[in-house]
């Protein structure tokens, strides 16, 4: 369900944690593997830590021909991350994602080869840079982030018979989180953050034919400040009950601002819970439905 506590502007949410080394020393790892229709994969990384700083860095390639004509693919990606910790409890931390990666398309089985949807080609760079702390009592992080590149539709078909078009989009988003929890007394939480998203993109075509078409793209601004409280009554190892609450609100350069309030309460008896809750949940148009 939405979860406005903990992220904005969706319904759900899939938490990818880059890998990193946790401890002394050095680590290496390399993994080849082959396949049916000349299907090959190939994998490493090495990673390291000594004292206060640590580093991980590697990447993959895969491709296959398929099972069927213009049914081949390939991805390719390499990422890395560094990390030093100012001191205990203190960190900072840099990320980056590259990814490159083809698609083409058989089209209907039997069908005529002019039905084939052409090729995708998506390229894209994902770079975080954070500082986060963490203590008994507290903790938090500021990141920087930026996710920036291209899907290419090249060789579709067009409603003029022997026309192919070559679709070109770009894309970026930037922006920043900021979130602290603090438990200011015992069994109690506040929790409060801040989201700023930027988000623009344009696209352009070319036709066999000479022709070329162009939208000159669009810019979103997306401010979400939230705050959440929440405590805890009784004792973990009998009953206990946890009461939260709270609310995060959008501020839209293109649309009426929102209000998405959440509230919870969790009954529990030792390793048992149960859990009620209501929440409210904002996704704002994106450049897809600005383009379509």
């Not at 050095?26 to 299907?39: H, I, L, S």
């Not at 949940?281 to 600005?290: A, S, T």
Request: proline share 4%.
């Amino acid at each position: 369900s939405p979860q406005p506590q903990h992220f904005g502007n969706a319904f759900g949410v899939v938490n990818l944690v880059p890998k990193r080394r946790e401890t002394e020393g050095f680590r290496t790892r390399v993994e080849t593997a082959v396949g049916c229709f000349e299907t090959m994969v190939g994998t490493a990384e090495h990673g390291g830590r000594v004292g206060a700083f640590d580093y991980l860095v590697g990447g993959g390639w895969r491709r296959s021909d398929g099972h069927r004509t213009d049914a081949d693919g390939r991805l390719a990606d390499g990422y890395g991350t560094v990390g030093y910790r100012l001191s205990d409890g203190w960190e900072l931390r840099l990320f980056t994602l590259w990814t490159d990666n083809r698609a083409r398309d058989p089209g209907p089985e039997g069908a005529a080869p002019e039905q084939r949807k052409g090729i995708y080609d998506t390229s894209a760079w994902l770079s975080t840079f954070t500082l986060a702390h963490e203590t008994d009592q507290a903790e938090g992080f500021v990141k920087l982030y930026r996710n920036a590149g291209t899907g290419d539709w090249l060789r579709q078909p067009t409603a003029t018979p022997g026309v192919t078009e070559d679709l070109f989009n770009d894309f970026c988003f930037y922006g920043l989180r900021a979130r602290e929890a603090r438990r200011l007394w015992e069994g109690g939480e506040v929790v409060a953050g801040l989201d700023w998203d930027f988000t623009r993109g344009d696209w352009h075509k070319k036709f066999s034919d000479g022709t070329t078409d162009r939208w000159s793209g669009h810019d979103f601004h997306l401010l979400s400040p939230y705050l959440a409280v929440s405590h805890e009554l009784g004792s973990r190892e009998a009953c206990y009950l946890a009461p939260s609450a709270g609310i995060r609100f959008y501020d839209s350069s293109d649309f009426t601002g929102q209000w998405t309030p959440h509230a919870g309460l969790v009954l529990g008896y030792r390793d048992t819970e149960f859990h009620a809750g209501y929440s409210r949940g904002v996704i704002y148009p994106g450049l897809d439905v600005v383009v379509l």
